[in-house]
């Protein structure tokens, strides 16, 4: 199948792109800002923003290591897939209250990854697939 063949670009765009949230670990006020439109303040609200921009990096790093290692490909794609859905979820779960920022974008574009996550790893377990073993008769 064709998504098996342009996984690579698909999970170094991806990855890319889910690395740019390394800005909240960076500026958490302003990633908060432009993705939600509110802020949170204290010492605590900003090392908690920061861990979760460090961890969504993170994934971003995992998927471009995927695309570069084939074998690893399933394990990072459903953490990835998994942490995407999370998050659609949590966003979703406050109604329209985030779709109008930046968030809105990154529920749509994660919500695209996903499904193309979720294509490759059956493809890519049909292609892999052995074919099952062809029952033969014993004469006797």
């Known amino acids: 199948m064709r998504i098996v063949h342009y996984m690579r670009w698909i999970m170094l765009v991806s990855g890319v792109l889910t690395a740019t949230m390394v800005q909240a670990a960076i500026t958490p006020d302003a990633a908060l800002q432009s993705n939600f439109g509110e802020t949170v303040s204290g010492p605590l609200a900003h090392l908690v923003v920061r861990n979760w921009g460090a961890l969504i990096a993170l994934v971003g790093g995992m998927l ?77």
């Open 64 to 140: 471009i290591y995927g695309a570069f290692n084939p074998p690893q490909r399933s394990l990072v794609l459903i953490v990835a897939g998994a942490s995407k859905v999370i998050f659609i979820a949590l966003v979703l779960s406050e109604g329209t209250r985030y779709v109008s920022h930046q968030a809105g974008v990154a529920i749509a574009i994660d919500s695209v990854m996903v499904v193309l996550f979720g294509w490759y790893l059956v493809a890519a377990r049909s292609v892999t697939a052995p074919a099952a073993p062809v029952p033969t008769r014993q004469s006797v």
